[in-house]
T-cell receptor, first 116, second 113 residues
Framework: GDSVTQTEGQVTVSESKSLIINCTYS????????LFWYVRYPGEGLQLLLK?????QKGSSRGFEATYNKEATSFHLQKASVQESDSAVYYC?????????????FGKGTSLVVHP | GGIITQTPKFLIGQEGQKLTLKCQQN?????MYWYRQDSGKGLRLIYY???????QKGDLSEGYDASREKKSSFSLTVTSAQKNEMAVFLC????????????FGEGSRLIVV
């Protein structure tokens, strides 16, 4: 089946430093899946951060960026300068768009802690 | 916009008890999902439903039942609660069953005493 592997556990970064959370995927269906980053801020529900449905394209939101790299099967999340308010749990996810397997697949989540 | 409402926010029950979580959405979405969230294990799909009265098993369906009697609601029953089942349960919906975005509720925490 489909799978998503992302940076595990907790990542600690100082405010204003750069961030990368790695995500690689494996999709079994024909065609390229849609790729997502979801985020859960403290005290809030899980919500979409950004999504990219076309291979080779970049998505961005709230200063975060992720590029859909079909050759490397990667969708790493990056930010040039993090803020304390970015502290949250981030999930990489994919959804196939063909072949009948439309179950969303999530990574295990990465907890980001930004120190002032 | 729309909203997904999960009830109750905290569900406390005894070991062996049958416990039910409820979820309502007003997006008019076709597909609804129940996930279990455990620390360090991410989100694992328990059941999903692509339309009213449809049920599809996810990766973690054993020990759970689900019901989709109306398009707007999706309930999940833990058939016999166990202490190792304490987790946060997330309900979500999406426009259809293809590659669309999921919209999540705030979660229900199950506590087994």
């Amino acid at each position: 089946g489909d799978s998503v592997t992302q940076t595990e556990g907790q990542v600690t970064v100082s405010e204003s430093k750069s961030l990368i959370i790695n995500c690689t995927y494996s999709a079994t269906s024909i065609g390229y899946p849609n790729l997502f980053w979801y985020v859960r801020y403290p005290g809030e529900g899980l919500q979409l951060l950004l999504k990219v449905i076309t291979a080779g394209q970049k998505g961005s939101s709230r200063g975060f960026e992720a590029t859909y790299n079909k050759e490397a099967t990667s969708f790493h999340l990056q930010k040039a300068s993090v803020q304390e308010s970015d502290s949250a749990v981030y999930y990489c996810a994919l959804r196939s768009t063909s072949g009948g397997n439309y179950k969303p697949t999530f990574g295990k989540g990465t907890s980001l802690v930004v120190h002032p | 916009g729309g909203i997904i409402t999960q009830t109750p926010k905290f569900l406390i029950g005894q070991e062996g008890q049958k416990l039910t979580l409820k979820c309502q959405q007003n997006f008019n979405h076709d597909t609804m999902y129940w996930y279990r969230q455990d620390s360090g294990k991410g989100l694992r799909l328990i059941y999903y439903s692509i339309t009213e009265n449809d049920l599809q098993k996810g990766d973690l369906s054993e020990g759970y039942d689900a019901s989709r009697e109306k398009k707007s609601s999706f309930s999940l029953t833990v058939t016999s609660a166990q202490k190792n089942e304490m987790a946060v349960f997330l309900c979500a919906s999406s426009m259809d069953n293809s590659g669309n975005t999921l919209y999540f509720g705030e979660g229900s925490r199950l506590i087994v005493v």
